[in-house]
């Protein structure tokens, strides 16, 4: 086996968490429903049979239970090492999170799929936007964190879960306070954001390392939380209104 594959294999093995978890990636689901245009929603809710863009967010998560899946698990995160930039990064033969979302965005604009792949690949864009935006997905050669053994609270964790769930369920907030929370960008703030890229957004996950490692003991608790939640707030709802974007050119025009 060679050394990019045994490589690729750890980290597989070693991604165990689920993006935001659910109260993450449901929130970002509620604040994009918010941001379709008319003609995007009533197309989304056809397809999806009325299920809301929240409920549907869990879905890439709710199937790793199924083997049939199996070949989805790579989808969910990308490793950028320091210094590099997507581009330069050898790619994973399974696929990862960058050349995934680009795919199934592409997928979705033919408008060339029929109604099983197409409520698939609907429910895939819609996690994997929340997982892009949780920014250890866009991770260092660790696992994204996920071998960053800390506690939080006392309770032994690691970093890419305290990321993905620890902090957020702390606050005890559902996922519709969780996006209330979050707030509503000013209306140039909201058009900026909406033309980022796929690579933009993976980009900008990989800026906020220095804040994300510096974890002193690794005891983490009340103060890690207090200077870095609002991350989390802020890309819950960059997330949400990069989606609805997204899903306004698909199905809005």
Request: glycine fraction near 8%.
């Amino acid at each position: 086996m060679n050394k990019l594959l045994l490589s690729l294999l750890l980290i597989s093995i070693s991604y165990t968490s689920f993006g935001w978890g659910a109260t993450g990636h449901r929130a970002t689901g509620h604040v994009a429903q918010k941001y379709l245009n008319k003609k995007a929603r009533k197309a989304i809710n056809r397809i999806l049979g009325g299920e809301s863009l929240a409920m549907a967010s869990t879905w890439m998560d709710e199937i790793k239970s199924d083997s049939t899946f199996n070949y989805m698990s790579d989808w969910h995160w990308v490793t950028i090492p320091d210094g590099l930039t997507y581009e330069q990064t050898e790619k994973n033969p399974n696929g990862d999170l960058v050349m995934t979302l680009e795919r199934i965005i592409a997928e979705l604009k033919s408008k060339k799929l029929n109604p099983k792949d197409e409520v698939e690949r609907l429910k895939m864009l819609i996690h994997l936007v929340g997982d892009i935006h949780q920014p250890l997905h866009v991770g260092r050669p660790d696992a994204g964190g996920n071998a960053i053994k800390v506690t939080w609270f006392r309770t032994d964790s690691n970093l890419h879960r305290v990321w993905d769930s620890d902090m957020i369920d702390d606050t005890k907030l559902s996922y519709t306070e969780l996006a209330e929370a979050a707030g509503n960008p000013a209306e140039n703030q909201l058009q900026r954001w909406q033309k980022n890229s796929v690579r933009d957004w993976a980009r900008e996950s990989t800026t906020f390392r220095e804040q994300i490692y510096a974890i002193g003991n690794g005891k983490l608790g009340y103060r890690y939380s207090y200077l870095n939640f609002p991350t989390v707030r802020e890309q819950v709802l960059k997330a949400g209104v990069r989606l609805a974007g997204i899903l306004n050119d698909i199905y809005g025009k």
